[in-house]
């Protein structure tokens, strides 16, 4: 018989000796057939380190004190003890300053008035500065100007439209995500740059590159639109339409341009008569905004236009914006009043057979001319 190895007798050796080491009171005789360790069954775990054999085995006599911990031992307790207080994120903050929380207009619009925007301030030309016969005619024919006492609501407007899109601001960071979520219906938030935001219609992965010529402002009309229950339907809708696989359009893009036929409108007077009316100018550019981005969704869909043919849609949408701002208000009052047959007809969904369809279907005095070079192209 070969011998054994001497691994063995090593084991042996050691296992004697550390028997030896225990102290008197706690020695634990070895015997072959492991009945000492068969006590153990039927012990529960969280009570082991009371029992008297368990802490023999962990005397100093195999050189370690149970006083003295490691600070990882203690490190993974502490971990091991807060795992049922661990909550797992369900994408909703309570903090107002956190992007999970959507905000309202009203919220978005009192964060811009607490805010020193005098350096974008500087930037804004609050009318449009017209000369000789242009000056005339507009004074003689043209929409009264704005009073006095609105001048500051105005201009608040044309300010944010100055003030580009900051990543590090937390209100722009909510506003986008809230605009994101209601178009979407994801309940989840999304990073700030990124490949979703071309699927809602910006042209890259940096919302901010594409709000040129109308700032923050196109994305507080966005919010107006997405955040009011009234014109949430009509958002989704054609943003539902943007994505039709033959007449699509980059819906964000188109409404950025919208936003600066708004601009332009309150700087040519084109709203002041309205404005006067009310004693308010936000909530009117705001209901003129969707009313022509209604009016651009209602010549999409039935006058099956496709993204070549926007420049053309643009052009005799500014036009009669610009010359009948009153009578787009109008239908989108109708819209907003009506059931769901109008608003079907005013999206271009269905038509309607009675004998107001005439005033539902954007027709009238106040369409761009036919004869019109980008008329003809768009009818």
Not at 95 to 120: M, N, W, Y
Not at 128 to 135: F, K, N
Not at 195 to 215: I, M
Not at 227 to 255: G, N, V, W, Y
Request: hydrophobic content about 35%; charged content about 20%.
């Amino acid at each position: 018989m070969s011998e054994k190895p001497c691994s063995f007798h090593n084991e042996k050796e050691l296992r004697d000796g550390q028997a030896e080491n225990m102290s008197a009171g706690h020695a634990l005789p070895y015997e072959k057939d492991n009945s000492v360790f068969l006590a153990f069954r039927g012990i529960p775990i969280s009570e082991l380190k009371n029992h008297s054999i368990l802490q023999a085995l962990t005397t100093e006599a195999n050189g370690w004190e149970p006083g003295v911990v490691s600070t990882e031992v203690l490190r993974a307790q502490e971990e091991w003890e807060t795992v049922d207080s661990v909550l797992p994120e369900t994408g909703n903050h309570t903090s107002s300053e956190q992007p999970g929380k959507l905000i309202s207009f009203s919220e978005a619009l009192q964060h811009f008035q607490t805010l020193d925007l005098s350096s974008f301030k500087k930037r804004i030309q609050p009318t449009i500065r017209r000369t000789g016969l242009a000056a005339l005619r507009h004074r003689l024919f043209g929409p009264p100007k704005l009073h006095q006492g609105l001048h500051e609501e105005r201009n608040l407007v044309l300010t944010i439209a100055q003030c580009g899109l900051d990543s590090q601001d937390p209100v722009h960071g909510r506003v986008l995500q809230t605009i994101y979520k209601k178009l979407t219906g994801s309940k989840f938030d999304c990073a700030l740059h990124g490949d979703h935001w071309e699927d809602l219609g910006f042209q890259g992965a940096n919302p901010a590159t594409d709000l040129r010529g109308a700032g923050f402002l196109a994305l507080l009309h966005l919010l107006y639109l997405v955040m009011d229950s009234k014109t949430l339907p009509m958002a989704q809708e054609i943003f539902r339409l943007s994505h039709h696989h033959i007449q699509q359009f980059p819906f964000c893009l188109m409404s950025v341009n919208i936003t600066r036929i708004a601009i332009q409108a309150l700087r040519e007077d084109c709203l002041s008569r309205e404005c006067n009316r009310q004693q308010k100018v936000v909530p009117v550019v705001n209901s003129f905004y969707a009313a022509t981005f209604l009016r651009l969704a209602h010549v999409w869909r039935t006058q099956q236009k496709t993204i070549s043919d926007s420049g053309f849609v643009l052009k005799d949408l500014e036009v009669l914006a610009k010359k009948c701002p009153r009578r787009l208000l109008k239908t989108l009052e109708v819209y907003l009043t009506g059931g769901a047959s109008v608003q079907a007809s005013l999206l271009g969904a269905q038509k309607l057979h009675t004998t107001h369809a005439k005033d539902l279907t954007f027709t009238g005095v106040c369409d761009p001319p036919a004869h019109s070079s980008e008329g003809t192209r768009l009818i």
